[in-house]
């Protein structure tokens, strides 16, 4: 192989590793974000449960705490939006549940698949996606 050639064979090379390395970044920054994305619905998720396990141990409702909620699936929409949409709008909406949960119909908590397990169900398929 003459010189020339072997310059170019090794800027093709080069420029291979190049677009590898950049995939391999792109990659990594996609799994801290579905990362972060987990933790914050995982905080979201918690959270509800326990209070819901608070109430039906007879315990009164506390706003307070409700809006603290209302604040974690808030919070958990904006790393998943750019993970999953679809996910991230219903957690926002169910954070808008947590602000006025006396105004939401059995209805429409399913017609905006905001319910516990269903929620948990994304989560979990999520999860599962990004193994």
Known sequence: MS???????????????A?????????????ERTDQALYALYTALNETKAYISYLESGRKRNR??????AKLWHDASVPLRKVDRDLAERCFIKGSYWL???TW??????RKR????QVI???RDLLMESS
């Open 121 to 123: 169900k994304s989560t």
């Open 105 to 110: 119909s059995e209805l429409m908590i399913n």
């Open 19 to 31: 677009a590898l390395g950049l995939l391999r970044a792109k990659q990594k920054e996609k799994s």
């Open 64 to 69: 307070k705490r409700e809006f603290a909620i």
């Open 3 to 17: 010189t020339p050639e072997l310059m170019t064979a090794l800027t093709i090379f080069d420029r291979l590793l």
């Open 114 to 117: 905001i319910g516990l397990n």
């Open 100 to 102: 006025e949960p006396d």
